[in-house]
Nanobody
Framework: QVQLVESGGGLVQAGGSLRLSCAAS????????AGWFRQAPGKEREFVAA????????YYADSVKGRFTISRDNGKNTVYLQMNSLKPEDTAIYYC???????????????WGQGTQVTVSS
């Protein structure tokens, strides 16, 4: 069992930056691939970014490529999502996910956090 807790969300103006953190507990986090997803009001949850167990491989949705960076620190059991050049359409609840397999760009992860709200004003 892995418990995930996101933090770092908030309100930011368009063009600004935020860094989300996802703290994991319960198991050796380096054994789990991780991903970030988001869900805007009235929309389905969508893939944002994913990272392999070692952090050597990363994957991004086209909508965030070049603006967002996923990284991890296995020593701190934490995954990060650095978000730059934020746009109003990035407004959503952001969820962290982990799985012993993967990483995936689909919602196939076994473990999910509760989410953190990101609001980008125009």
């Amino acid at each position: 069992q892995v418990q995930l807790v996101e933090s770092g969300g908030g309100l930011v103006q368009a063009g600004g930056s935020l860094r989300l953190s996802c703290a994991a507990s319960g198991r050796t986090f380096s054994n789990y691939a991780a991903g970030w997803f988001r869900q805007a009001p009235g929309k389905e949850r969508e893939f944002v970014a994913a990272i392999s167990r070692s952090g050597a491989s990363t994957y991004y949705a086209d909508s965030v490529k070049g603006r967002f960076t996923i990284s991890r620190d296995n020593g701190k059991n934490t995954v990060y999502l650095q978000m730059n050049s934020l746009k109003p359409e990035d407004t959503a609840i952001y969820y962290c996910a982990a799985d012993p397999e993967g990483p995936y760009s689909r919602s196939k992860y076994s473990y999910w956090g509760q989410g953190t709200q990101v609001t980008v004003s125009s």
